[in-house]
């Protein structure tokens, strides 16, 4: 008892990070079942969906860096040949009234602002590295805890049936309402994304 809290308390600031791996298990199982009757080897499906997973998130994560990086860069090249100025009272002059106060006084503090940014430069820049580091290994983390969670699916589901103090079509039952509520939630989630997207593209192309 006293082993599984510790365990428990262990696994706890990852635990966000294991339910992300397990949906992602379960949205891409029957891809992973067709790719096992396909190359006829658990461990090599498991590599080729984790492929698959990583190139739906990364290729969209890449043309959105590529294109805000372009756009940074756009500006930055038209700030450094004066084609373009930024006045601070222009700027405040076409803010609603309300917020032209507010707004004054955050240009008035924003030297100090950068002052303190410069000398907190290196506390910054260790704190942007750390959670660099964070994020390579909870990706790590995540499409590890993948590959076995589709490698070694149905062992995992036979201990934990013979774990649950439920019987076997309960458990069945139980299992097919919960990736049925998964995958529901998951690809609605993205249909709405989808037609978000969709929507403010029509917007941009109507008012250029």
């Known amino acids: 008892m006293v082993v599984s809290i510790v365990v428990a308390l262990i696994w706890w600031p990852f635990l966000k990070l294991l339910a992300l791996a397990a949906i992602l298990?379960?949205?891409f199982w029957p891809i992973y079942q067709k790719m096992v009757k396909a190359f006829k080897s658990e461990p090599l499906s498991a590599i080729v969906v984790i492929l698959i997973i990583l190139f739906i998130v990364m290729v969209p994560l890449?043309?959105?860096g590529q294109l805000l990086f372009n756009e940074i860069l756009g500006v930055y090249s038209q700030l450094k040949a004066g084609s373009v100025h930024i006045?601070?009272?222009e700027l405040v002059s076409s803010l609603p009234l309300e917020w032209q106060g507010p707004a004054q006084n955050f240009l008035a503090d924003l030297g100090s602002k950068f002052s303190a940014f410069a000398a907190n430069a290196f506390q910054s820049v260790t704190a942007i590295l750390s959670n660099i580091a964070g994020f390579v290994l909870s990706f790590?983390?995540?499409f590890f805890t993948v590959y076995y969670l589709?490698?070694?699916g149905e062992k995992i589901k036979a201990y934990i049936a013979s774990v649950f103090p439920l019987s076997e079509r309960h458990e069945n039952v139980l299992v097919e309402k919960l990736s049925t509520s998964i995958s529901g939630v998951v690809k609605g989630s993205f249909l709405v994304a989808l037609i978000q997207g969709a929507v403010a593209t029509a917007g941009f192309f109507i008012f250029g």
């Open 25 to 27: 298990a379960v949205l």
């Open 62 to 64: 890449y043309l959105i």
């Open 87 to 89: 006045s601070g009272s």
């Open 140 to 142: 790590f983390l995540v």
């Open 150 to 152: 589709l490698r070694d």
